[in-house]
């Protein structure tokens, strides 16, 4: 049943901005990565950043590596010749091939014809890496720790040479715009060391007083020519000692302490960069230490301090966490990880996508570890599930403000894609395929069994609408949202077919993300209408009707998307009890395939749940169960955090659980960051990829708090291991973000504060008491309503608050 909001609503007086910040914990949960021991390897070193430039911190005691990088560090140029001219004629004779039951000939025409040829795509690459050697006097060293603070996001080095103690720290500044390294010993004039580089990019070196300057351009021919010219700056300011600047260092010696700022700039959508990168450092190097620190946390406190959770006390919580990580390994549960790895998540995201960031998180995030880029997928905006798990925990995890550069990055594909829908497709609108990368890439990619996907751009612009589902911020809507989502779905309109035996409505030729099908004997990936894209269409023409009303505009094109919607096929059921993945009902080639796209409609869209549709809920389930127990399953980091969110649409806790456990166990490495293991998509190695940490984060939070069906429902998917805990600052659809806490799986407490005026419904769960009601301290008396739901209005900055008496 669906839920109606006019049975009940209360007048609450609004609570001023001071009181929206109370939680229901007083003494939040502090998590940090921490180890005894310098990182030997990448994978093992710590991640910093402010959303533009990354660091990679080995915490080296005699020779220290800082694995350096700027987001907009890519090759690769624009190319007017990226895709071949088809149009619509073309196309339809093409389709007819399909319509006729000739697939075997369609599928070779595709390839012939609609795969795109990127000649310079290009690929995101690392710049290189700080190095700093260092003298000590005669001494063992000893109490050696490295600790990443979540909490300030900075990390911190301390060790002991004979009776010296030596502590840095390291931080990415987003108000300053630089990595910031601080170093002091307990000793005065103890600090002897070198400042070098070793870059990865040909650069020109200057050093001159107490700075390295460098410069060049990307180049890497393994991804087409052309790339971005680079320029950066090291500099360093002491209490004491001497700096000299020598041919490719410079030296400190005799030193009690040393603050050292490093920035990178390209000229990617910045004439001016070369200024910029001089007068951040001398800037940054101009402002005392502690004044750089306290603008770094209360920048990064003011988005990382919204959200606070706690799962649990474990038996683990007091080790280093390569010895936790290698505990889980061997096959314990360890839920103070649970938490810690969804704090990590916010931690990264943070890192990797901030307002002011010139593109959004890659492939890898912010970071580069020179081996994603060497592969034949290169480190770029994979759009067929990747670049939109970068996204997932952005809402609900309360940081919809980084957001901001993938929005920005989407309004720039829609431009370009106008081109390839027009060239290809006869189209109006835009369209983007499978891959895409800063250079205004939006055809197929030059394999159309895997790059052929023109719904990759209605996938990547829904997350467009499910912000303003959690903000209802309307000048967002109107100004940045709806033209996008509008100009897609014209795409959809004009693109869209009329299949000739049923009637239908039909997108294609496409192909369901990465995945083939037999027919007569061969393997085949190209076909009309499937499930994916049936579902995107359908997602794309309510999101668009339903903002057009909001805004009260283009009526008559309402109308048509209205019309058009009538015409779709329905999600389908095949002969294996699964959601049918083609529009036929196909045998799978590859039934260990990783992709499982044809279930969309579960997670993250909510055509398919076991409220409104149990049948094909069930039928969902039942996909899954296949996959997973299919000979080979070619599980990888983000395909095994969707079976997080996955299982928490289906409210199955256990296996939501046991998916959280294995993403951990199987897809992390030390430094708590996911991998693509080694054999799957053609890598000779493990490959640290950034989605599994958000999509991971994104179904933790999942499991504890839903909003998709038009109600609030607390702990959908607990598992037993969580059964006492409480969050803080967590954000549901409609405005609102939730605090709650529980005992033995019993609420115990529940806050809800809008951000946003609205009407809110929240189910009741029935292992609950009935809760009080109260309003600034005031009890609220209820008439309580026979279908289970509470329903209240709130107004921007009001909230209620539920104790549940047992």
Known sequence: ?????????????????????????????????WYEQPADEWMKSIPLGNGRIGAMVFGGVEDETVALNEITMWSGQPDKFQERPLGKEMLNDIRQLFFDGKYSEGNRVVSEFMAGVPHSFGSHVPAGDLKMKFYYPTGNVSNYKRELSLDNAINTVIYKVGNVEYIREYFCSNPDDALIIRLTASKSKALKFDISLDMLR??????????????????????GPGGVNFMGKVSVSTKDGKVSALKDKVSIDGATSATIVVDIRTDYSNSQYKDDCLQTVSKALAQDYTTL???????????YKRV??????????????????ERVKAGNNDIGMDALFFQYARYLQIAASRENSPLPANLQGLWNDNLACNMGWTNDYHLDINTQQNYWLSNIGNLHETNVPLFDYIQNLSVHGQKTAGNTYGARGWVVNTIANVWGYTPSGQGVNWGLFPLASTWIASHLWTHYNYTLDKDFLRNKAYPILKSNAEFLIDYMVQDPKTGYLMTGPSTSPENAFSYNGEVLSISMMPACDRQLVYEAFTSCIAASEILAIDESFREEMKTALKKLPPIMIGKNGG??????????????????????????????????????????????????????????EWSRANMICLYARLFDADKAYESVVQLQREFTRENLLTISPEGIAGAPYDIFIYDGNEAGGAGIAEMLIQSHEGYIEFLPALPQQWNTGYFNGLCVRGGAEVDLSWENGNIKKARIVAIADNNFVLKLRKVDNIPSFYQNGKQIMYKQEGDGYLRFALAKGEEVELIYNR
Do not use: C
């Open 579 to 636: 959601i049918q993945e083609w529009f036929e009902d196909f045998d799978e080639a590859q039934p260990n395939h990783r992709h499982t796209t044809h279930l969309l409609a579960l997670f993250p869209f909510s055509q398919i749940s076991p409220v409104k549709t149990p049948e094909l809920a069930a039928a969902a389930r039942k996909t899954i169960e296949l996959r997973l127990a299919a000979s080979g399953w070619e599980d990888v």
């Open 202 to 223: 040909e650069s020109v070196f200057n050093t001159i007083d107490n700075s390295i300057e460098f410069s060049g351009k990307v180049s890497f021919p393994k991804q």
């Open 1 to 33: 049943m669906k839920p109606r909001y006019s049975l009940l609503s209360f007048l609450i007086i609004a609570l001023s901005v001071a009181n929206i910040q109370n939680s229901i914990s007083q003494n939040p949960q502090s998590y940090s990565l």
């Open 293 to 303: 620190k306290n603008k770094h946390i209360k920048d990064y406190s003011n988005l």
């Open 308 to 325: 606070d959770l706690f799962l649990g006390k474990s038996d683990f919580d007091n080790l280093p966490t390569d010895k936790r990580w």
